[in-house]
């Protein structure tokens, strides 16, 4: 138990990131458009929240810049993909093309030190929180541990995460505007008979996502990290994207799917430097490279079928 304690508590906190993210792929797709720039509105957000909350010492500020910043995205990929009918590949890969490029030149205008930001001062991040009795349930066997250490301990984001799964669930399937949603990635023209507005829910859809991917990225800089460094993302949106088609763009199996992915990271982390039976040392990189390749077998190999919604990626033409 003490052995694996520490490695799931890791894949905990690397699991949010891509939560939040999926979660954001979950609304936007659900809608019918595809989120490619799933990494660039979260890099942007992470700059955001890094250069703010270093400036003001302020993790909410940092966090709320962090939303702006990549809601402004989002709509961007929404008029492109939305009012002008464009090409919903192209536009999210433009986006994540922008962040990358916009980060690294802010960062280094503003700053001056290579395209991060200066270092979160302990206001600006988000403080770790022990819930009631953590420290007296502690040598309780077996309960005690896991919610002294597996439970408590963590920042709010990471429960606000795990918090926004149910909540995204009674939205998509006990609400009128999710029952909405998932109809016009279904079918917009019979939404649109119905005399709803296929465009404004769609592009609640991607604020909604906007919203998401601003989470993701100040979990990144401001309270997994003090600050933000140049491509610090490190691909996240994408192992998001196939954690989303992973869980057949569902609520509940994102959680579980995001977890999973979060504990193949761990479980890499704690492999580098260690010698292995036959093959011996095994080079950082390729241990870094375990989590993307099991990714790619798990898709290739134990998916099964996955539909996305059957509007997805087709822009609407209203018919007159």
Same mark, same amino acid.
């Given at each position: 138990m003490e052995a694996v304690l520490p490695v799931l508590d890791s894949a905990v906190r690397l699991s949010?990131?891509?939560?939040?993210?999926?979660?954001?792929?979950?609304? *936007?797709?659900?809608?019918?458009?595809?989120?490619?720039?799933?990494?660039?509105?979260?890099?942007?957000?992470?700059?955001?929240a890094g250069a703010v909350a270093g400036v003001t010492a302020?993790?909410?500020?940092?966090?709320?810049?962090?939303?702006?910043? *990549?809601?402004?995205?989002?709509?961007?990929?929404? =008029?492109?993909?939305?009012?002008?009918?464009?090409?919903?590949?192209? *536009?999210?890969v433009?986006?994540?093309?922008?962040?990358?490029?916009?980060?690294?030149?802010?960062?280094?205008?503003?700053? *001056?030190?290579?395209?991060?930001?200066?270092?979160?001062?302990?206001?600006?991040?988000?403080?770790?929180?022990?819930l009631p009795g953590a420290e007296a349930l502690r040598g309780v066997p077996l309960v005690g541990p896991v919610y002294a250490e597996l439970i408590s301990g963590h920042n709010l984001l990471v429960y606000l995460a795990v918090l926004a799964v149910p909540l995204s669930a009674w939205i998509l399937y006990r609400t009128r505007f999710g029952l909405r949603l998932r109809a016009v990635g279904e079918n917009p023209a019979a939404v649109d008979t119905a005399g709803i507005s296929v465009a404004w829910l769609r592009y609640r859809?991607?604020?909604?996502?906007?919203?998401?991917?601003?989470?993701?990225?100040? =979990?990144?800089?401001?309270?997994?990290?003090?600050?933000?460094?140049?491509?610090?993302?490190?691909?996240?949106?994408?192992?998001?994207?196939?954690?989303?088609?992973f869980a057949k763009w569902r609520p509940w199996p994102v959680l579980g799917a995001c977890f999973l992915f979060g504990l193949l990271d761990a479980i890499s982390i704690r492999l580098q430097g260690a010698r292995l039976p036959i093959v011996g040392e095994v080079p950082v990189q390729a241990i870094q490279a375990l989590p993307y390749l099991l990714t790619v077998v798990l898709l290739a190999g134990f998916i099964g079928r996955a539909v996305p919604p059957r509007a997805g990626g087709v822009p609407y033409v209203k018919e007159h």
């Open positions: 949010v990131p891509l939560i939040l993210a999926a979660l954001a792929g979950l609304f *936007s797709e659900r809608s019918g458009i595809f989120d490619i720039g799933l990494e660039g509105k979260m890099l942007i957000a992470a700059f955001a302020s993790a909410w500020l940092g966090l709320a810049a962090a939303v702006v910043a *990549s809601v402004a995205f989002a709509l961007v990929h929404g =008029y492109a993909s939305i009012t002008q009918r464009g090409n919903q590949i192209v *536009s999210g433009a986006i994540n093309f922008l962040a990358s490029g916009l980060t690294a030149f802010l960062g280094q205008a503003w700053f *001056s030190q290579g395209g991060r930001t200066p270092p979160v001062p302990a206001g600006g991040r988000f403080a770790e929180i022990e859809a991607v604020m909604i996502a906007g919203i998401f991917c601003g989470f993701a990225g100040a =979990y990144l800089a401001i309270a997994q990290s003090a600050g933000f460094i140049r491509d610090m993302t490190a691909g996240k949106g994408f192992i998001a994207l196939a954690a989303l088609i």
